[in-house]
Structure formats: C-alpha cells, structure tokens
C-alpha cells in the first residue's frame, strides 16, 4: 500500500510561498542524470554544487517528501524556544522500542531544507583525533580541502566583535591551551545582522546571529517560478514527493517510485545515479523499502539500519561572573558582551594512552544572542538576573558507531518501524563501552565526574566573583547529572563508511558505502546524509556532511 500521510505531524501542504518560489517539476521527461532523495544538508549542498558545476549539461531532480514551511530559520520565532519549535514539526516516523533503556527525545523534521531548517548556523570542524576514525583518504581530503570549501559555500564568519576576540586570546594564554584548541565558533554569515568581518552592526543579541540553510541555496539556484524549460538541462525540485522505494531496472538504470502526500499521484522517476539523502532513519527504511536491498551482499544488508549513534552532551554548567583574568589581564564583563567560544580538545594522551579529553566544551559569555529573538520581550519573561554576566559551558563527546542500536523496518510496518537507541542517562553504558571505545577510557562513576568537575572548575577559576547557578556534575542532592535521555539532533552511522569499532581497531570495509559513498554491490546508488559517518563527532558533524556531499560532487563529475 502506498503512503498515506503515515506520519504524525508531517506538513503536507503547498502554501502560496511555495507555489510564488518554486515550480514542482511537472515535464513530461522521466528521465535524469542525476536524483537526489533528500534537500537538507547532504543533498541539498550537493544538489546546488552539481547544478554550478554540470547544471548546462545535465538534468538534476531534487525529490523531498516535506512542504515548504518557511523561507528562513524556523529558530528565528521570536520568544519560542527552540526545544518547542523543533518539536512542533518532528515527525514520528518510527516506534520507540518497548524497552524502557531505549528512548530518543526528539524526532527528525521532513520539510524543504531538512534540518538545516532547524539548525543554529554553527560550524565547527571535527579535530584530528576525531577524524583518525574516517578511512586515510578520506580524511585526507576534507582536512586539505573540503572543510575550507564547505567553510565557504556555508559563509564561514569567525567573530563576534572585539570583546569575544580579547576572551580567546586570555584563554589562549591560560594554561588551558596545552589541553584544547580555543576559539571562537564559526557559524554562517547573515547578513544584514553582521558585518561581513563578523562584527554585530547593533545589539545582536536580538536578531538571529547565524543562517544557512538549504532550502534557500537551492530556491537561489533555481529562480522563482516558472523557471527554465521543465524538459531541458539544469536543476529541477519536485516537493511533497515521498520516495517509495529505488528499483533495479535494466542497462544499470534506476526507477525512483514516489507518492505525492497531497494528491496521492504516483510517479517513477529514472536515472543511472540515485543519492539517497533522506537523513539516518529515513534512508535505511528507503533501502529497505527498496529491490536494491535484495541484490546487496548479505554482509552489506546486515548493516542496513544498525549502528545509530548520537554525540552525548551534557547539560550546562552556569555562573554568574564580574570579569575575567588578572591585574593587566583584566578583562570587565557586562551584560552587553556577548561570545561562544568553543575548547577544542587537542586529543592529548596520558601514560596508558587514554585519551584524556574526549570532548570539546562550548561556552557562551551571556546567551541571548544564542537563543530566543526579543521581539515582544513581555510576551514571555525569562528567569534571570539580567543585571549580571552569565557564563554556560557544557561537554560535547565524540561517540563511535553502536551496533546494539537500530532500525527495526520491514515490509508491513506500516512505514513507521521499531527503532532501538539507548538512553544517554545511562552511564555504566558510557562508561562501559561508548568512552573506552572512543578513548581507551577506563574510569568510575566518580572518577568521571571528577574530570567534568576539574575541567569545569578549570574554566570559571579564570572569572571572577563567581556565584555558581547549577551544582557539579554528579548524582545525589545538590549535584546535576550530566546527560539527558538521547537526541536524534545528529543521529549518524545506519549506512556506514568503513569504519572502526574503536580508536585501537582496523578499518572495517564490511560497510554499507564505500569512501566514495556508492553503495556496495550497486552500480550508481549513493548516499549522501549522516548516516555515512564512521562516528559522531565531538563537534557539531554538519561541516563534515557539507564537505562530504562536494568530494561526493566532485566525484559524480
């Protein structure tokens, strides 16, 4: 049976916004050089940087099964915050395992622009020790070129003003230096809010300080409606199309079967090179959906969905602060500084060979910049001092890929399988198999508090007159516990690159893509989303997936 609006909360509509932007392909011609399944990070990058580079001579489908909700950062509403709004458009598009250690907090969004809708702007790149997981040539290649094109296509800015610029640099002489790298994090460019040297042109904290997102780079490729010949070359988007499945057809050819959710039309589409770009809990159940998973070498399918992983990181750690360093040093704090700065961890080890910080902390010098827009500041008051400088730092960890996670789909599950992803809350988990993987860790319960504590504590000892808002990490009365439940904010690893189990093992080539992304045992199926990452990343993966989807361009033609 086809689909029919089975998931909870999908935007199946086409708003007059979307009809005055953006034609929905309806030529006559079935045929394409090249479809794209999925319009947000993965594919939407690498749908726009196909249509600069070959858009004149060849034909280029982009299919999303999402509307188009907003021309701009959904974020961006003013005083909602941003766990309410992202929420509001999650679709339930999976079943949570009846477990009770198994849960995930939050749901994908399926719109134009994917979760680059959804998304903060901030870029920052994975380290070396992070990137010792990706295959040798792999790695190579974005750290010699692609993070730095992705940096670009995305509108890299590196500051917010001179306040933030006097922070990193006390910080880069502090003895925290020997430990972590420490910047200010890049996030995109949007203008009018910032200068293009990254300078606030007024009070940034009250207009969004950071956009980009896909939906907008490829309505820019486009044009506005009606657009070029629907028959001819160049980049065509077809919205409100959910992909059914991906057939082997003869001469290596491929037939992409799609429903339309408002109409339910069904339509094939053909092409010798399909991108599955549908995000880490779509694109598996496509595949498996699909004729392609029953051709695929029996180890390649028993990957298929498994090894779903997240970054755990913790909650914030919050003070109130008068100014930071010493003497000469002194640097004054007011309200009306504001800064994130992020601890790179420089992947350093002790005499075991243990990784000694397996985490990157960011930390925000007073956060209204990064959270709310203040429209209507009476509409929701906010708890807290606002006569005062706060400070918030948390701990982002890297995670490897985690086989007892998966996707549980299968012909008659309604679309909408049973999914296993265990609870971050756990912490003998962490401890007992996630951090050793990662880092050779071999740590307590309090041994590891203690870490975040001294880490933490390393930090505020440089401000001064500091009144701490939240306890120490811990458990017990007064102390706060470090993890929540689990996220899918950057779920990774269901259709794997070769990859290692943990920092001391071999590559595994018995993987579902190989460097180049192809799917194995396929002659011109590929997939481009976060379900190709060898592991989730201390830092925010989106730059790796930005520069994934050029080297993945760069290698179509």
Same mark, same amino acid.
């Given at each position: 049976?086809?689909?029919?609006?089975?998931?909870? $909360?999908?935007?199946?509509?086409?708003?007059?916004?979307?009809?005055?932007?953006?034609?929905?392909?309806?030529?006559?011609?079935?045929?394409?050089?090249?479809?794209?399944?999925?319009?947000?990070?993965?594919?939407?990058?690498?749908?726009?940087?196909?249509?600069?580079?070959?858009?004149?001579?060849?034909?280029?489908?982009?299919?999303?099964?999402?509307?188009?909700?907003?021309?701009?950062?959904?974020?961006?509403?003013?005083?909602?915050?941003?766990?309410?709004?992202?929420?509001?458009?999650?679709?339930?598009?999976?079943?949570?395992?009846?477990?009770?250690?198994?849960?995930?907090?939050?749901?994908?969004?399926?719109?134009?622009?994917?979760?680059?809708?959804?998304?903060?702007?901030?870029?920052?790149?994975?380290?070396?020790?992070?990137?010792? %997981? =990706?295959?040798?040539?792999?790695?190579? /290649? +974005? !750290?010699?070129?692609? =993070?730095?094109?992705?940096? /670009?296509?995305?509108?890299?800015?590196?500051?917010?003003?001179?306040?933030?610029?006097?922070?990193?640099?006390?910080?880069?002489?502090?003895?925290?230096?020997? #430990?972590?790298?420490?910047?200010?994090?890049?996030?995109?460019?949007?203008?009018?809010?910032?200068? @293009?040297?990254?300078?606030?042109?007024?009070?940034?904290?009250?207009?969004?300080?950071?956009?980009?997102?896909?939906?907008?780079?490829?309505? $820019?490729?486009?044009?506005?409606?009606?657009?070029?010949?629907? *028959?001819?070359?160049?980049?065509?988007?077809?919205?409100?199309?959910?992909?059914?499945?991906?057939?082997?057809?003869?001469?290596?050819?491929?037939?992409?079967?799609?429903?339309?959710?408002?109409?339910?039309?069904?339509?094939?589409?053909?092409?010798?090179?399909?991108?599955?770009?549908?995000?880490?809990?779509?694109?598996?159940?496509?595949?498996?959906?699909?004729? &392609?998973?029953?051709?695929?070498?029996?180890?390649?399918?028993?990957? &298929?969905?498994?090894?779903?992983?997240?970054?755990?990181?913790?909650?914030?750690?919050?003070?109130?602060?008068?100014?930071?360093?010493?003497?000469?040093?002194?640097?004054?704090?007011?309200?009306?500084?504001?800064?994130?700065?992020?601890?790179?961890?420089?992947?350093?080890?002790?005499?075991?060979?243990?990784?000694?910080?397996? %985490?990157?902390?960011?930390?925000?010098?007073?956060?209204?910049?990064?959270?709310?827009? *203040?429209?209507?500041?009476?509409?929701?008051?906010?708890?807290?001092?606002?006569?005062?400088?706060?400070? /918030?730092?948390?701990?982002? =960890?890297?995670?490897? +890929?985690?086989?007892?996670?998966?996707?549980?789909?299968?012909?008659?599950?309604?679309?909408?399988?049973?999914?296993?992803?265990?609870?971050?809350?756990?912490?003998? /988990?962490? +401890?007992?198999?996630?951090? @050793?993987?990662?880092?050779?860790?071999?740590?307590?319960?309090? !041994?590891?508090?203690?870490?975040?504590?001294?880490?933490?504590?390393?930090?505020?000892? !440089? %401000?001064?007159?500091? $009144?701490?808002?939240?306890?120490?990490?811990?458990?017990?009365?007064?102390?706060?516990?470090?993890?929540?439940?689990?996220?899918?904010?950057?779920?990774?690893?269901?259709?794997?690159?070769?990859?290692?189990?943990?920092?001391?093992?071999?590559?595994?080539?018995?993987?579902?893509?190989?460097? #180049?992304?192809?799917?194995?045992?396929?002659?011109?199926?590929? &997939?481009?989303?976060?379900?190709?990452?060898?592991?989730?990343?201390?830092?925010?993966?989106?730059?790796?997936?930005?520069?994934?989807?050029?080297?993945?361009?760069?290698?179509?033609?």
């Amino acid at each position: 049976m086809p689909f029919q609006n089975n998931y909870a $909360n999908l935007v199946t509509e086409k708003p007059q916004a979307h009809t005055r932007l953006i034609r929905d392909y309806d030529g006559s011609n079935k045929d394409f050089d090249f479809i794209i399944i999925g319009s947000g990070i993965g594919g939407g990058i690498l749908a726009d940087d196909l249509a600069d580079r070959l858009g004149q001579s060849h034909r280029i489908l982009v299919l999303d099964a999402g509307s188009f909700i907003y021309p701009t950062h959904v974020y961006n509403i003013s005083r909602i915050p941003n766990g309410s709004v992202a929420p509001h458009f999650g679709v339930d598009n999976f079943k949570q395992s009846p477990s009770g250690s198994h849960f995930i907090g939050s749901k994908p969004q399926l719109c134009f622009g994917g979760r680059s809708i959804f998304w903060s702007g901030l870029i920052p790149q994975a380290q070396s020790w992070e990137m010792e %997981f =990706f295959p040798d040539n792999v790695r190579q /290649d +974005l !750290e010699s070129r692609y =993070f730095r094109l992705a940096n /670009d296509r995305m509108n890299l800015s590196s500051s917010l003003g001179d306040k933030a610029k006097k922070l990193v640099s006390y910080f880069q002489s502090s003895s925290l230096n020997s #430990d972590f790298e420490i910047k200010q994090t890049p996030r995109a460019v949007h203008q009018p809010y910032l200068d @293009p040297d990254g300078t606030p042109r007024n009070q940034f904290f009250a207009e969004p300080t950071g956009v980009f997102n896909t939906a907008e780079l490829l309505i $820019n490729q486009v044009g506005l409606t009606p657009g070029v010949d629907q *028959n001819g070359k160049g980049l065509f988007i077809k919205l409100n199309s959910f992909v059914e499945a991906v057939q082997n057809v003869p001469f290596d050819w491929y037939e992409v079967k799609t429903t339309n959710t408002i109409t339910g039309e069904q339509l094939s589409f053909y092409s010798p090179k399909v991108i599955i770009a549908a995000g880490s809990t779509e694109s598996p159940k496509l595949i498996h959906r699909s004729t &392609v998973y029953q051709n695929l070498p029996d180890k390649i399918r028993q990957q &298929v969905g498994f090894g779903l992983t997240d970054h755990p990181v913790t909650g914030e750690s919050q003070a109130y602060v008068s100014s930071l360093g010493r003497n000469a040093s002194l640097i004054p704090l007011s309200r009306q500084d504001h800064a994130k700065i992020i601890f790179y961890s420089r992947g350093n080890r002790d005499a075991n060979g243990q990784v000694i910080y397996p %985490f990157n902390i960011e930390m925000n010098v007073n956060h209204e910049y990064w959270h709310l827009r *203040n429209n209507d500041p009476s509409a929701e008051p906010v708890v807290d001092d606002t006569s005062r400088t706060r400070v /918030d730092i948390k701990f982002s =960890f890297g995670n490897c +890929l985690d086989d007892e996670n998966g996707i549980f789909s299968h012909a008659n599950d309604n679309y909408t399988p049973e999914i296993r992803f265990k609870r971050f809350s756990n912490l003998d /988990d962490l +401890l007992g198999s996630r951090f @050793p993987a990662l880092a050779g860790w071999n740590k307590s319960k309090n !041994e590891f508090f203690a870490l975040l504590n001294q880490t933490r504590n390393r930090i505020f000892a !440089e %401000f001064n007159d500091v $009144n701490f808002i939240t306890g120490e990490y811990g458990e017990g009365d007064g102390k706060q516990w470090p993890f929540g439940w689990g996220t899918v904010h950057h779920a990774c690893g269901t259709l794997r690159m070769p990859w290692k189990a943990n920092r001391n093992a071999n590559f595994n080539n018995d993987s579902v893509v190989d460097e #180049d992304l192809k799917v194995r045992g396929t002659t011109g199926l590929y &997939v481009c989303d976060m379900s190709v990452m060898p592991i989730s990343t201390a830092a925010n993966p989106v730059l790796a997936l930005a520069g994934l989807a050029l080297r993945l361009s760069d290698h179509l033609g």
